[in-house]
């Protein structure tokens, strides 16, 4: 069982970095794939980014290749993105989830645990 909290979500200029993190509560979080996904008002919730459980491989949606970087730190049980160059339509709720998956792909299946999400804003 693993329960999942978000933070670092906040309003940010256009051009701006931030790095959002989501803390694991259970004791097998090094046993599980983690991901991040957004969802936009109006909008249905989307993939951004992925992690396999060692770290060893990501895996990103085309819009934010080049400007986004998933990471973990397993000892202390959270994995973070860390945002560089932020657009506008980069302003959504971000979630991060979890599913356990010990293989080397970063995208298991599907996810078992969701966290409540933190508000990102990019304004102009």
């Known amino acids: 069982q693993e329960t999942l909290q978000e933070f670092g979500g906040e309003v940010v200029q256009v051009g701006g970095s931030l790095r959002l993190s989501c803390a694991a509560s259970g004791r097998t979080f090094s046993s599980y794939a983690m991901g991040w996904f957004r969802q936009a008002p109006g909008k249905e919730r989307e993939f951004v980014a992925a992690?396999?459980?060692?770290?060893?491989?990501?895996e990103y949606t085309d819009s934010v290749k080049g400007r986004f970087t998933i990471s973990r730190d397993n000892a202390k049980n959270t994995v973070y993105l860390q945002m560089n160059s932020l657009k506008v339509e980069d302003t959504a709720v971000y979630y991060c989830?979890?599913?356990?998956?010990?293989?080397?792909?970063?995208?298991?299946?599907?996810?078992?645990?969701w966290g409540q999400g933190t508000q990102v804003t990019v304004s102009s």
């Open positions: 989830a979890a599913a356990y998956f010990r293989y080397n792909n970063p995208v298991p299946p599907r996810y078992d645990y």
């Open positions: 992690i396999n459980w060692s770290g060893t491989a990501t």
